[in-house]
C-alpha cells in the first residue's frame, strides 16, 4: 500500500512555505528566567523574528556533531567564569527528534525497533548543562540557518532571524540526494510491491527486514553510490545479515538460482571498502560466500514495475540492465546545497572547507566544521565524531580565550571506525585514520586482528555503542576509543580556575547541589541516594558489637574497650595497662583469637624469599611484553616472589592497557551513588593539598 514518506531535508519550496509559518522555537529563553519547557512562550519573545541576536558560540545542526560540541562547550566551565548574563551558547536545528542513525542497520536486521533510536530533540536539551543557578547553559532554538555572512559575522534563518556570533561551529550533516536516483522515491513509497527499501532513513528502515524475510527465491541487489557517504560499511552490513539470515533458513543459493536466492553487491567504488587492509578480508569474505560483485557499478535508475535495476559503467561501458526482486538501495549523497553554494564550502566537493587537523575553517578563523557535513577527508560516521568533537572544542575554546591569537591546541588524525557486521553474532571492527592507516584500539592493546569478525565486538555494536551514544555521546561525556570525557579538561587552563566540577549525569535524573565553602558542585544522584537524603545518621559500631568490653566507671560513665582483631603483640597497645582502668575487671583476651598481624613491610623483596637476579628480572619483563593482559603483577609477583609493585616498576603495563582499564574506572565511577561520589572528590580535592 502507497504511503508518504518525510526525507530528512526539506526543499527550498517548503523552506519557502514555512517561512511565513509562526516561529516554532523550542526552548529558549530572556536570560535571568530559568529555561525550561514550561517557558516556550517566552522564549519567542527572546529570538523574535526579524530581530538580531548575539551568541558567543553559535551551534548549526543538532546531530551526532552538534549535540557533542555543544554539551562539551558548556560542561568545559569556560563560560561560567565570564558574565552570567551573557547568550554563550546557541544550538539551532529545525528537526523536533534527534536520532541514533547507526541503530537503523540493526532495525534493518530486525534486532531492534526503530522507536529505540529516536529522541525528541528537546529532551537532550532539556536536563543537561545546567549552570549553578539552574539555568541551561545552551539555548535552543527550533529553526533552520540558510545562509552565512562570515565576514560580518552572523547567519540568516528560514524564520527570518539574523544571528551574530563570535564563534561558529557548522554540523548541519550531509545531504542525501533521494532524487539522484530515477525511481527510487517512487519504489520506497511503496515498498511491498516494488521490493525496495532502504535503512538508510527513519521512514524506510523498517521496510528492509520484512522484505529480508518474505523473500524466498530470486536475485536480491545491494547497492553503495559512488563518492561520500555516511557510514560506507552500512550498505554491505546490510546485505551480510540478509546473507546469513536467508542462510540460516536454508535459501541462500548462490549457485542454483531454482532453489533460492542469490546475491549481488553493486558499488560505485572500485573495492568493497575504503582502508585497503578490511576491504581485502571483506572482498575474500564476498567470494568465498559466492556473492556477485559489480565495482564501479552506479546504480541511476529503478524501474519498480519491470523491478529492473540500472547502473552506470565506467570507461563509456552501456548501462546496464539488471532484474532484481529485492533491492537495497543507498542513495547517493553529498553536501547540503545550501552550504555548497555558501561562502563556506570548498571549491573542491563542496563540503566546509575545513583545516584537516585541527577543524578549524581554512579561510574564516572563527567558524569550525566537523561530522558528514565537513570537508574532513575520512570517512564519515559517528565515531569519527566521537574523536573529532574535543579537538574542536579545544581549539574553539583556545581561540576565545585568546581573541583568536592563540594558535589551536588539539590535532584530529582521521579517526573513524565502522563496526562491519558480518553475520549475526559477528562484527569486524574497522578502526582506520586518514589514509585509511590502521588504528585499531583492541589490536593495539590486546594484539588482536580486528579484520578477524568476533562475537565481542558484535556486543559493542547492538548494545553498547546506542547505550554509550545516548548516555554518554550527546551529553558531551564521550570520545570513543579514549573512553569517557571530562570536558573540563578542554578549557583553556587560564579559565580553569573557575571551572566548576562535573560528572556525567544519568538520563531524567536533575544533578543536585552541594555547597562547599563557596563554591558549588554538581553530581549525578541515583533514585536510591534521592530516597536517603538527607544522610542517616551511621550506627554506633561500638553499641552493637557482641565482643565489646563496657566498663561502667565510677564516675558514672561507661568506658568501652573493643578486644584487637588478633592477639595482643608489641604491635598492639589497646590492652596495655592503663591507670584508669586500674582495679576494675575485664573479661581477659579469647584464647581462640588468630595470630598477631605481621608488620607491614614495604620492601620489594618478601621476607624470607632473595632478591631477583638480572636475569630473573629480564625474564619477568619477557613474559610482561608478551601478554600484559594474563601476566598481570600480582601473578608475575607470586610466580617470582616479589611484590606486585616491583613488577610494576620492573616491568610497567603498556600504556594502551593503562588506558583502557582507566577507561573502565570511569565507566565504574559513573555508577557510584550520591554520596561515593562526594567522598571520592573530597579525597581527590584533599589528596592535591599533599
Ligand atoms: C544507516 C546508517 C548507518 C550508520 N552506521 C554507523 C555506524 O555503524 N557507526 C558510526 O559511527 N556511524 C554510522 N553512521 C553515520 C552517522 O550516523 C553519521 O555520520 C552522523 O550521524 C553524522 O552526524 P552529523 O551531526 O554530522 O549529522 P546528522 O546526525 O545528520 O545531524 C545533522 C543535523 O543538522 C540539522 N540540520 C539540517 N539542516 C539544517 C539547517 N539548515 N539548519 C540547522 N540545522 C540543520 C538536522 O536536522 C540534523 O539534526 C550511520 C549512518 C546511517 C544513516
Request: aromatic letters at 8%; a positive charge; glycine letters at 6%.
Amino acid at each position: 500500500m502507497a504511503r508518504s514518506i518525510t526525507f530528512a531535508v526539506k526543499t527550498s519550496s517548503q523552506r519557502a512555505n514555512a517561512a511565513s509559518a509562526p516561529a516554532p522555537v523550542a526552548l529558549n529563553a530572556p536570560t535571568g528566567v530559568r529555561r525550561s519547557i514550561a517557558t516556550v512562550a517566552d522564549a519567542s519573545a527572546a529570538i523574535g523574528i526579524a530581530r538580531t541576536h548575539s551568541y558567543r558560540v553559535v551551534v548549526v545542526g543538532a546531530g551526532a556533531a552538534g549535540q557533542a560540541v555543544s554539551h562539551q562547550l558548556a560542561l568545559s566551565g569556560f563560560f561560567d567564569a565570564g558574565d552570567s548574563s551573557a547568550q554563550n551558547i546557541l544550538v539551532i536545528d529545525p528537526s523536533e527528534t534527534h536520532d541514533y542513525q547507526p541503530g537503523w542497520t540493526l532495525v534493518g536486521a530486525g534486532l531492534k525497533p526503530k522507536e529505540e533510536f529516536r529522541k525528541p530533540m528537546r529532551e537532550l536539551f532539556a536536563t543537561s548543562s545546567e549552570d549553578a543557578q539552574g539555568q541551561s547553559k545552551i539555548d535552543h532554538l527550533q529553526d533552520a540557518v540558510e545562509s552565512f555572512e562570515p565576514e560580518k559575522n552572523r547567519i540568516e534563518t528560514r524564520d527570518g532571524r539574523t544571528i551574530e556570533y563570535e564563534q561558529l561551529v557548522v554540523c548541519p550533516g550531509i545531504h542525501i540526494n533521494w532524487a539522484g536516483i530515477e525511481g527510487l522515491e517512487e519504489a520506497l513509497r511503496d515498498a511491498k510491491s516494488s521490493g525496495v527499501s532502504s535503512i538508510y532513513s527513519y521512514d524506510t528502515c523498517s521496510d528492509v527486514f520484512p522484505l529480508i524475510t518474505s523473500l524466498d527465491r530470486g536475485r536480491a541487489i545491494f547497492t553503495q553510490p559512488a563518492g561520500f557517504i555516511k557510514c560506507a560499511g552500512a550498505p554491505q552490513k546490510a546485505m551480510w545479515l540478509a546473507l546469513d539470515h536467508w542462510k540460516q533458513r536454508g535459501v541462500f543459493s548462490p549457485s542454483d538460482p531454482s532453489k533460492g536466492v542469490q546475491i549481488t553487491f553493486a558499488t560505485g567504488m572500485p573495492t568493497m571498502f575504503s582502508a585497503p587492509k578490511y576491504s581485502k578480508v571483506l572482498d575474500e569474505m564476498r567470494q568465498e560466500r559466492q556473492v556477485e560483485g559489480l565495482f564501479q557499478h552506479d546504480l541511476v535508475k529503478i524501474d519498480p514495475k519491470r523491478k529492473v535495476a540500472t547502473f552506470n559503467r565506467p570507461d563509456g561501458q552501456s548501462p546496464l540492465e539488471k532484474q532484481y526482486d529485492l533491492l537495497h538501495a543507498t542513495p547517493p549523497m553529498g553536501p547540503l546545497p545550501w552550504i555548497k553554494s555558501s561562502p563556506l564550502a570548498a571549491a573542491e566537493g563542496g563540503f566546509v572547507d575545513v583545516d584537516q587537523a585541527t577543524t578549524q575553517h581554512k579561510k574564516y578563523k572563527n567558524i569550525w566544521s566537523i561530522g558528514d557535513s565537513s570537508s574532513l577527508a575520512t570517512s564519515k560516521t559517528t565515531a569519527a565524531i566521537a574523536s573529532q568533537a574535543p579537538v574542536l572544542v579545544a581549539n574553539l575554546l583556545q581561540a576565545l580565550a585568546s581573541d583568536g591569537k592563540a594558535m589551536s591546541v588539539a590535532a584530529y588524525d582521521g579517526y573513524t571506525s565502522c563496526p562491519l557486521l558480518t553475520e549475526y553474532g559477528k562484527v569486524l571492527l574497522a578502526e582506520f585514520k586518514y589514509g585509511g592507516v590502521p588504528k585499531e584500539t583492541f589490536g593495539n592493546a590486546f594484539g588482536i586482528d580486528q579484520a578477524v569478525p568476533r562475537r565481542a565486538f558484535y556486543y559493542l555494536k547492538k548494545d553498547f555503542f546506542p547505550w554509550v551514544y545516548f548516555n554518554s555521546h550527546v551529553k558531551g561525556t564521550w570520545q570513543g576509543p579514549k573512553g569517557f570525557l571530562n570536558a573540563a579538561k578542554l578549557a583553556p587552563s587560564s579559565a580553569s580556575s573557575a571551572r566548576s566540577i562535573h560528572t556525567a549525569s544519568r538520563p531524567s535524573i536533575s544533578p543536585r547541589r552541594f555547597a562547599f565553602g563557596n563554591q558549588t558542585r554538581t553530581f549525578s544522584s541515583s533514585p536510591a541516594t534521592s530516597r536517603n537524603t538527607p544522610a542517616r545518621r551511621p550506627r554506633d559500631p561500638l553499641a552493637v558489637d557482641r565482643s565489646a568490653m563496657h566498663h561502667r566507671l565510677p564516675t558514672g560513665e561507661t568506658f568501652i574497650v573493643r578486644p584487637p582483631p588478633s592477639a595482643p603483640s608489641p604491635y598492639t597497645s589497646t590492652l596495655t595497662p592503663n591507670p584508669i582502668l586500674d582495679g576494675i575487671a575485664a573479661a581477659p583476651p579469647s584464647p581462640a583469637l588468630p595470630p598477631p598481624i605481621k608488620p607491614r613491610t614495604r620492601s620489594s623483596v618478601l621476607p624470607g624469599s632473595q632478591p631477583l637476579t638480572a636475569q630473573q628480572i629480564l625474564q619477568l619483563q619477557a613474559l610482561r611484553k608478551e601478554d600484559p593482559l594474563k601476566n598481570t603483577a600480582s601473578k608475575l609477583a607470586k610466580q617470582f616472589g616479589c611484590s606486585p609493585t616491583f613488577v610494576r616498576i620492573a616491568a610497567p603495563a603498556p600504556k594502551e592497557i593503562k588506558e583502557l582499564r582507566s577507561s573502565a574506572l570511569d565507566a565504574l565511577r559513573r555508577t557510584w551513588g550520591l554520596r561515593k561520589q562526594v567522598a571520592r572528590t573530597e579525597k581527590a580535592e584533599r589528596r592535591k593539598l599533599w
